[in-house]
């Protein structure tokens, strides 16, 4: 949830440290929700990173085929 408008950057990384996924986003004051596309990533474990202004949120992630 956020207090302010800002921009999103979305990034998703490989267990090589490797991009492999990113993504502009918009979020609005309140609560925001967000679909991202994976088709054709591979089964794993990845780290989801949100980077704004005044966002800064870094997730595990599994991928499951």
Same mark, same amino acid.
């Given at each position: =949830?956020?207090?302010?408008? =800002?921009? $999103? #950057? +979305?990034? $998703? *990384? #490989?267990? +090589? /440290?490797?991009? !492999?996924? *990113? &993504?502009?986003? =918009? &979020? #609005?004051? /309140?609560? #925001?929700?967000?679909? $991202?596309? $994976?088709? /054709?990533?591979? &089964? /794993? !474990?990845? +780290?989801?990173?949100? =980077?704004?202004?005044?966002?800064?949120?870094?997730?595990? !992630? *599994?991928?499951?085929?």
């Amino acid at each position: =949830e956020t207090s302010v408008y =800002e921009k $999103l #950057n +979305i990034s $998703l *990384v #490989n267990a +090589i /440290g490797r991009t !492999i996924y *990113v &993504a502009d986003r =918009e &979020a #609005n004051p /309140g609560k #925001n929700t967000s679909t $991202l596309d $994976l088709t /054709g990533i591979a &089964a /794993g !474990i990845y +780290i989801l990173k949100i =980077e704004g202004s005044f966002t800064h949120e870094t997730f595990r !992630i *599994v991928i499951k085929e």
